[in-house]
C-alpha cells in the first residue's frame, strides 16, 4: 500500500472514534513531528489542497462531530514575493471552507490549545507537501449533535436545580 492509502486509511479508521474535544491538523511540510504520546503524525504524498478536501469531505457529512477551524493568524500577513503562492492558497481557503467556523489565531496559541488537548485526547495530523508558511489547518472537533446553546441553557437549569434549598 503506497504512504498515500495509508494516511487515508488511518484517517478513515480514527474519524469514528474522534469526537468532541480530538483534534485533526492538515499540515505544511515543515510542521514538526511532536513527541507527545497522543499526537499521531501522517504522511500525505499530495498537496495541503488535496488532502484538506480528504479530510473536510467526512467532516462536512459527520452527524457525530463538528469542526471548529483554525487558521495562522500569520497567515494573512504572509507576502507573495516571501512565499509564492500564498494568495492563490487564502483565495482556495475562502472556498474551501466556505460555510464552517474559521478562527484566525495566532500560531502559538494555536499550538498551546493543541498541546493541553493532547494531555487527555487524541491528535492527528496530516503533513502534506505544501512548502508555504502559516499554512496549516487547525480542527477541534465538537459535538455535531450538540451546540453551544443547547450547552448554555443545560448548564443554567443544572445550576439553578443544584442551588435550590
Request: aromatic residues 10%; contains cysteine.
Amino acid at each position: 500500500m503506497n504512504p498515500q492509502q495509508n494516511w487515508e486509511k488511518t484517517f478513515n479508521e480514527r474519524l469514528p472514534l474522534f469526537g468532541h474535544r480530538n483534534w485533526l491538523v492538515v499540515a505544511d511540510a515543515a510542521y514538526p513531528l511532536h513527541s507527545a504520546p497522543g499526537i499521531e503524525t501522517l504522511v500525505s504524498t499530495q498537496s495541503q489542497q488535496a488532502t484538506l478536501e480528504a479530510v473536510l469531505k467526512p467532516l462536512r457529512t459527520s452527524q457525530h462531530i463538528r469542526p471548529i477551524i483554525y487558521l495562522d493568524q500569520e497567515l494573512e500577513f504572509v507576502e507573495e514575493k516571501d512565499a509564492p503562492g500564498v494568495s492563490a492558497y487564502r483565495d482556495y481557503l475562502k472556498v474551501a471552507l466556505k460555510g464552517l467556523a474559521v478562527n484566525s489565531t495566532p500560531h502559538e496559541d494555536i499550538i498551546a490549545r493543541l498541546d493541553r488537548a493532547a494531555e487527555m485526547f487524541s491528535i492527528l495530523i496530516v503533513k502534506s507537501t505544501m512548502t508555504i508558511p502559516y499554512t496549516s489547518v487547525f480542527f477541534e472537533l465538537d459535538c455535531g449533535y450538540w451546540n453551544p446553546e443547547s450547552e448554555a441553557r443545560l448548564r443554567a437549569t443544572f445550576r439553578s436545580e443544584n442551588h435550590k434549598p
